[in-house]
Nanobody, 117 residues
Framework: QVQLVESGGGLVQPGGSLRLSCVAS????????MGWYRQAPGKQRELVATISSSGTINYADSVKGRFTISRDHAENRVYLQMNSLQPEDTAVYYC???????????WGQGTQVTVSS
């Protein structure tokens, strides 16, 4: 059974930084990509950043230059370093694994990030 566990969310002031971590267990298949999505109240879930097993990285335009995604392939871990956080970054952040060939998505339970003074 695939399980994704996120950590690192919290409350931070505008301009501050947070680092999210996710570890995936129960992986018995080849992973296409790992990444992060977020969902703010009243909005749809949106892509934040993904990193493929070949190293291709994709960022949402709204986070380019501020967020950095990285991955430990051997440990099935993915990280999101978030700098210069703004109130509009407030959301529940979800870890995601996309399976190779089937494109099945697996999700963590989410971690809350709140940016407020």
């Amino acid at each position: 059974q695939v399980q994704l566990v996120e950590s690192g969310g919290g409350l931070v002031q505008p301009g501050g930084s947070l680092r999210l971590s996710c570890v995936a267990s129960g992986i018995t298949f080849r992973i296409y990509s790992m990444g992060w999505y977020r969902q703010a109240p009243g909005k749809q879930r949106e892509l934040v950043a993904t990193i493929s097993s070949s190293g291709t990285i994709n960022y949402a335009d709204s986070v380019k230059g501020r967020f950095t995604i990285s991955r430990d392939h051997a440990e099935n871990r993915v990280y999101l370093q978030m700098n210069s956080l703004q109130p509009e970054d407030t959301a529940v952040y979800y870890c995601n694994v996309k399976r190779l060939l089937t494109s099945t998505h697996y999700w963590g339970q989410g971690t809350q990030v709140t940016v407020s003074s």
